[in-house]
């Protein structure tokens, strides 16, 4: 039987990709510290790259630890990219939106994001560029949208027309980010039959949660797949 992609949530919005052609991916770099990450998952082990959507702590927080023990390519915005060569690490690929990079079979595009990007170093607000979300076309074709921090925006219908995702990864926390309403309006603008929540429960104002999100999603005909922190879905 072919390999299927395959990915484990590390809780909050990290998760470890393996892809049908044995490829890993570790999407938002937050592991040390994440409260919501089992002691069990912290060493992600062998990479390929590293996929960071925006500069926030909870999301690039141990970016420059992992790059420089897994040596895997990092692919973020320019400026996130010149934040971690400034840090000593040197297998950088900056992108920019719209624009698509290859990974061994893997393709990754950038698109929009709305919401915030900076870090926070020596009591100093380091500016990190634009957020934004990916879209992954894997080796066998499936593509998956993977919105990172967002409010919902009307461009969600290009990202569904343009790129037809199978399955989608969408913040449902609320806050900071959409919660389960706009995330359920997203679902239906992207086209997908499956969606991952993700963003919520990590921390107690995050007060989106998946029973609402399947609420009003399911009734529609999407699955929703829930995972637990450390599991993987296939």
Not at 33 to 45: I, Y
Not at 218 to 225: A, H, K, M, S
Request: aromatic share 8%; with cysteine; net charge negative.
């Amino acid at each position: 039987m072919p390999a299927s992609l395959a990915y484990t949530w590390l809780g909050h919005s990290t998760f470890l990709f393996q892809s049908p052609g044995g490829r890993r991916l570790l999407v938002e770099p937050w592991v040390a510290s994440n409260p919501a990450c089992p002691e069990h998952a912290r060493n992600v082990g062998a990479l390929d790259a590293i996929l960071i959507s925006h500069g926030h702590s909870d999301h690039a927080g141990d970016a420059a630890s992992i790059a420089r023990a897994t040596g895997a390519h990092v692919v973020a915005n320019y400026e996130i990219c010149l934040w971690l060569e400034a840090k000593g690490i040197v297998n950088t690929m900056p992108m920019g939106h719209g624009g698509t990079v290859q990974i061994g079979g893997i393709s990754v595009t950038m698109v929009n994001a709305v919401h915030g990007s900076s870090a926070i170093e020596s009591d100093r607000l380091v500016y990190l560029g634009q957020p934004a979300g990916y879209v992954l076309r894997f080796e066998d074709g499936l593509t998956a949208y993977f919105a990172g921090d967002t409010d919902l925006f009307g461009d969600m219908r290009l990202i569904g027309e343009i790129y037809k995702p199978d399955l989608a990864f969408l913040p449902i926390g609320d806050r900071f980010t959409m919660g389960p309403a706009a995330a359920a309006r997203a679902v239906g603008w992207l086209g997908v039959r499956q969606v991952v929540p993700m963003h919520y429960g990590t921390f107690p104002f995050l007060t989106g949660t998946p029973a609402e999100f399947r609420a009003l999603v399911e009734p529609t005909g999407v699955q929703v797949l829930e995972l637990r922190p450390g599991e993987t879905a296939r």
